[in-house]
């Protein structure tokens, strides 16, 4: 086998990924059918990274084709940190979109070389040199053509000029001159390219400079080196109609990029990195894992760096869309399939022996959080099962069970994304279940210190119950919880009921006045009675729980909600929107620092009650063009007390619900 190279096709849903990989597998004489799950079928997109293997003249080509919606952000950062070329797939009549700059801004964080692809060349609109030019002003001025789209008379894409060579190429096999109405925009592109190309070549500037004709030879020598060092971004035209368009791309990424072993130092011994993971219901759980060093067989050992565990590699697969293919051993820069793990997770190392863990780097983060409810008994007991295997595919779900509110809480990054899992849930796992809007853990505290006291009496006939308590609570510092503080003296209550007092007083916590759990509070039982036969643990419990709540009701109770921490990034020409409606949100901005790629960093405090539907908005407010992340930070009382109404009010109106 000669060289293993591995791209990423990336870019806004539409610009033809998908459909550009399968037809370059098929004109490869691969198999397999990408986007094969019921999901991305019903949707009509991808949802998961396609990843496909092909052998290209005795060379190795992985092939990965990212979702071009947002909300399945996850798998352009899965795909591009494994690729050593990233290729940014355009559509031919819409130019420059959500995606593609999204997509571009994660090709330059990962600084991997690029390859342009202006597709679907074939459609009506399809206006390549706009493409071109929004490339180059929107993105980055390195955008460069280094092949331009013939047209014949009725509009049809029937060739390309080689602007290295300058000689034209037609699909059908037929040779001819460069039409005389190309000609101004050949010799244009043509020095573009030079002049991007002289920058890694000085031989190649003089000439450039002097104005002296360059051999082809030197031309051909600075591409692959402008291409590698990131000083050039090639743009070819194609169409997945049209299989001639799609030689060249092939021809570019055998021959112009960097191969696996010039873009890292393969080591030694064995290690691997899984960057992808999937659930088949016929399969089961399959790794994805990128080798970069030695080579993996059939019945070796390898070491989990996370768990310790040694694991036996029992199946190796090389991928092609639904249909993988057994080999018996993959080596460094080569992607294998493995099945039958015992136990492994999304970003998790194997290795020979000892080895530091590899990582995907940093990843989204889910944003976007909905109660799950099942439809059935039936439903239920198979849930937690079902949701867990789910969310140790992807590293944009989460579970948790809030234990406020003892709802079951899956985060992803919006509706769209949560919604497609809902749905995989049911076609795979057979459990069906209902989002919802959480509820919001609210907290409750006190403000100052006050006391209670109560007497527990009660005879039956038999033997009675009995006990006094008298208690103070204050406020803790937030966050503290609580604390109980035991000041009996000369035994006015026994050691054996002091307990009693603090599980009584810790009942009572529970539901605080405006129902919801009280925390940070500090109870001191300093005084009470009791009578030697009547008083039992029970009755002590029962008394300082009353003692607790008179004390709370001769204080001011208040409600705690919770303050969650926004890390946004988005193109400054948004921050405006975003302030003013983080403004709107009783929202605290900490923080605002420009970026060196044109975005705006903001941090801000806002209430979680403001932000559970924030991904939705973020994404209105700024096209789908922002980032942020979401985290808990801490318990805050609410204003006011007519405020406090306001929102819970609100809870019982749209909490757990739509």
Not at 57 to 65: K, R
Not at 276 to 284: K, P, R
Not at 520 to 526: E, H, K, M, W
Request: aromatic letters at 6%; proline letters at 5%.
């Amino acid at each position: 086998m000669g060289d293993v190279r591995t791209v990423c096709f990336v870019g806004h849903s539409g610009a033809g990924k998908t459909a550009l990989t399968e037809a370059l597998l098929q004109s490869h004489g691969a198999g397999g059918q990408l986007d094969a799950s019921p999901e991305a079928k019903e949707r009509g997109s991808s949802i998961d990274l396609n990843v496909a293997t092909v052998e290209v003249g005795g060379d190795l080509l992985n092939i990965l084709d990212a979702p071009g919606f947002n909300e399945f952000i996850e798998e352009t950062y899965k795909g591009l940190h494994v690729s050593e070329t990233a290729v940014l797939v355009v559509n031919a009549e819409h130019g420059i979109e959500v995606t593609t700059e999204v997509a571009w801004d994660l090709i330059e964080r990962y600084e991997k070389p690029a390859i342009a692809l202006v597709n679907r060349m074939d459609l009506e609109n399809a206006d390549f040199e706009q493409v071109v030019d929004g490339l180059q002003t929107t993105l980055d001025d390195n955008f460069a053509p280094i092949h331009w789209p013939i047209f014949d008379d009725n509009g049809h894409f029937v060739g390309d000029v080689d602007l290295v060579h300058q000689r034209a190429r037609y699909f059908d096999g037929k040779k001819g001159d460069i039409p005389e109405a190309l000609a101004d925009a050949v010799e244009s592109g043509r020095e573009s390219l030079l002049e991007a190309l002289s920058e890694v070549d000085d031989e190649l500037m003089e000439h450039f400079l002097e104005d002296q004709d360059i051999p082809n030879e030197e031309i051909e020598g600075a591409l692959k080196t402008a291409i590698t060092q990131r000083s050039l971004v090639p743009i070819i035209p194609t169409s997945t109609q049209i299989p001639g368009s799609l030689k060249l791309l092939t021809e570019l990424i055998v021959e112009e990029t960097p191969a696996f072993h010039e873009a890292y130092q393969p080591e030694d011994d064995f290690v691997g990195l899984v960057f992808n993971a999937h659930s088949d219901q016929y399969i089961g759980a399959m790794a994805f894992m990128k080798v970069y060093g030695g080579s993996l067989k059939s019945e070796q050992k390898m070491t989990n760096v996370r768990t310790g565990a040694t694991e036996s590699v029992r199946e190796i697969l090389r991928a092609s869309g639904d249909k993988p293919v057994p080999v018996g051993e993959a080596h460094p820069g080569e992607i294998a399939v493995l099945t039958k793990l015992d136990d492994f997770e999304l970003n998790d190392t194997f290795a020979a022996g000892e080895h530091e863990p590899m990582s995907l780097g940093e990843l989204p983060t889910p944003v976007y959080p909905r109660a799950v409810e099942p439809l059935s008994e039936s439903d239920e007991e198979k849930m937690s099962a079902a949701l867990r295997q789910l969310i140790q595919t992807k590293a944009t779900l989460s579970l948790h069970r809030d234990e406020v509110t003892h709802e079951t809480i899956l985060s992803g990054m919006g509706d769209t994304q949560l919604n497609v899992f809902v749905k995989r849930l049911k076609n795979r796992y057979g459990t069906g279940v209902d989002l919802k809007r959480p509820l919001v853990p609210y907290k409750e505290t006190i403000t100052a210190q006050a006391e209670g006291n109560f007497r527990h009496k009660k005879q039956t006939g038999g033997r009675g119950q009995f006990g006094e308590v008298y208690l103070r609570i204050e406020p803790l510092e937030r966050g503290t919880g609580f604390e109980f503080v035991d000041e009996i003296k000369g035994g006015v209550i026994p050691n054996q009921f002091i307990p009693a007092c603090e599980k009584g007083i810790l009942e009572a916590m529970v539901k605080g006045q405006y129902g919801y759990p009280m925390t940070d509070v500090r109870a001191a039982v300093y005084y009470g009675s009791y009578h030697s036969v009547d008083s039992s643990e029970g009755a002590f419990k029962i008394a300082a729980s009353q003692a607790f709540q008179i004390a709370v009701g001769n204080d001011n109770p208040v409600l705690l909600e919770p303050v969650m921490k926004l890390d946004i990034r988005a193109p400054s020409a948004y921050t405006g929107d975003i302030m003013s409606n983080l403004s709107g949100k009783r929202g605290r901005v900490l923080g605002m620092e420009p970026e060196e790629t044109g975005t705006e960093h903001i941090e801000a405090e806002v209430p979680l009650a403001e932000v559970q539907d924030y991904a939705l908005e973020l994404k209105s407010i700024t096209q789908g063009r922002a980032l942020f992340k979401v985290n808990f930070d801490h318990y805050q009382p609410v204003a006011s007390a007519q405020l406090a109404e306001e929102l819970l009010g609100r809870e019982r109106r749209d909490g757990g619900g739509e």
